[in-house]
């Protein structure tokens, strides 16, 4: 290179000694135009726009509720030289898409998970091995590592975290001859709160999941959980030790019978539903996630006093377990632009743009961060939103949750428990012979 300039230089001089308009040092205007071409200065070259594919479940549009001024807006704006692009998926077809662009290699650069979705297309090989770029600094302010966590390896990032708890209708608890004041604090007592709203106010005092594809198993978890016992177990079969669905242990025939105890003062129907009869004063109890909030305070004003209680506990064990998601962010392995979708990725995640996606939400979801509730909105809240949310800090901070083990066919298993379960609360299926069943069919789905 110093080769060719020295010549390059030697060459010019020459061309300005035969130049007729020499006239010293000055310069023309014609000779002020600025170096164009392969030999212009690289100082002078505007940097390189890098353009990233975000595919997510947000509003990203002018809907009120949009995160496009806080996710992509303020990025780009300290970052101009990426571009964001952002796709919006639906919940109910999002894996497919996401399958099928991974499939014809067209995957996105940064890419939004449910966190129950990580174990089937991190077996695949479809996303990046994240380890190698979080430091310890970074890993320290998070949590819930474990959601995107396989052997050894982080497949996926911490960004909005989501767990469950008992919405409670205060009302109704008073008008049952309760007090509002000493909600249900044990599978007894919330077997004789559900008792006492479904006698005395006429409307079911609690709710059993079942009805729906994914919410059903993980509301028969919690209890699975609580009782000691756990959603994938070792038995011996034959002699071997078989990973196998943990249906049929002890623990899940006692949160079995306990839910068929509580069925006569419940209904039995999907979140959706339960939902909606909640808002409208016609159930007591229900286990929900934060995202009730919004929707109360948008259909949900003929309720004028309920609230968010941690999940009765077990009486034998003394444990409460509520079902713990979260929406993680992961980068496909197909994705040229790794340096900057990472960059993009901690943007997102980092704790107070996560805090104010959540604020747009109603906080149905919050940042992943172990210093969440210590921010001032949570502490010193100063709206009904905030201060009911805080359940879900501290339920959290009490590592009272469960989460699936991240396995390539943990959907499928899933599913085939929600089918257990409608079995038996809707078309009355004995527990054994619906647990028999379910443990024959999932041992036919592999698991690792």
Same mark, same amino acid.
């Given at each position: ?92 077809? *999002? ?119 994914? *919410? ?54 999907? !979140? ?78 980092? !704790? ?58 943990? !959907? ?37």
């Amino acid at each position: 290179m110093k080769k060719y300039l020295r010549l390059f230089s030697l060459c010019l001089a020459i061309l300005m000694v035969l130049s007729l308009g020499l006239t010293g040092c000055g310069s023309s205007k014609e000779t002020d135009k600025p170096v164009t071409g392969t030999d212009a200065p690289k100082a002078t070259e505007a940097p390189k726009q890098t353009t990233l594919q975000w595919w997510q479940f947000w509003d990203i549009g002018d809907e009120k509720t949009s995160i496009k001024a806080k996710a992509i807006d303020e990025f780009t704006k300290k970052n101009p030289n990426i571009k964001i692009e952002a796709t919006k998926l639906g919940w109910g077809d *999002g894996f497919a898409r996401i399958q099928t662009a991974i499939g014809a290699g067209t995957a996105p650069d940064v890419l939004e998970l449910g966190s129950t979705w990580v174990g089937a297309f991190s077996d695949v090989g479809a996303l990046t091995d994240l380890t190698k770029l979080i430091t310890p600094e970074t890993k320290n302010k998070f949590i819930n590592w474990n959601l995107g966590e396989k052997d050894g390896k982080i497949y996926a990032f911490p960004w909005a975290v989501g767990t469950r708890a008992l919405a409670i209708n205060y009302d109704l608890v008073q008008q049952a001859g309760l007090d509002p004041a000493k909600p249900p604090k044990d599978w007894n007592e919330l077997k004789a709160y559900a008792k006492a709203i479904k006698e005395k106010c006429g409307v079911p005092g609690f709710n059993i999941a079942a009805g729906d594809a994914t *919410g059903d198993y993980q509301f028969f978890g919690s209890f699975l959980y609580s009782a000691g016992g756990q959603m994938i177990v070792k038995k011996d079969v034959n002699g071997k030790s078989k990973e196998v669905v943990g249906v049929t242990t002890d623990a899940a025939k006692k949160a079995l019978n306990f839910l068929a105890d509580i069925k006569p003062y419940s209904s039995c129907d999907n !979140e959706a539903n339960a939902q909606l009869a909640f808002a409208n004063n016609k159930l007591g109890m229900f286990v929900v996630g934060a995202y009730q909030t919004g929707y109360m305070a948008k259909d949900g004003k003929a309720v004028k006093n309920w609230g968010y209680e941690m999940i009765p506990v077990n009486p034998e064990t003394g444990k409460s377990f509520a079902f713990n998601g979260a929406e993680v962010l992961t980068i496909p392995e197909q994705c040229k632009n790794k340096d900057a979708a990472f960059k993009y990725l901690t943007y997102l995640a980092d !704790e107070s743009t996560a805090l104010d996606i959540s604020k747009l939400c109603a906080y149905s979801i919050l940042p992943s961060t172990k210093t969440v509730g210590d921010l001032d909105v949570f502490k010193n809240p100063k709206d009904d939103e905030a201060k009911r949310v805080g359940k879900f800090i501290e339920i959290a901070k009490a590592g009272a949750t469960w989460a699936p083990p991240i396995n390539k066919s943990i !959907e499928d298993i899933g599913m085939r428990v929600s089918t257990m379960m409608q079995e038996i609360f809707l078309n009355n299926v004995s527990i054994d012979k619906a647990t028999d069943s379910c443990e024959k069919d999932v041992s036919k789905i592999w698991l690792k």
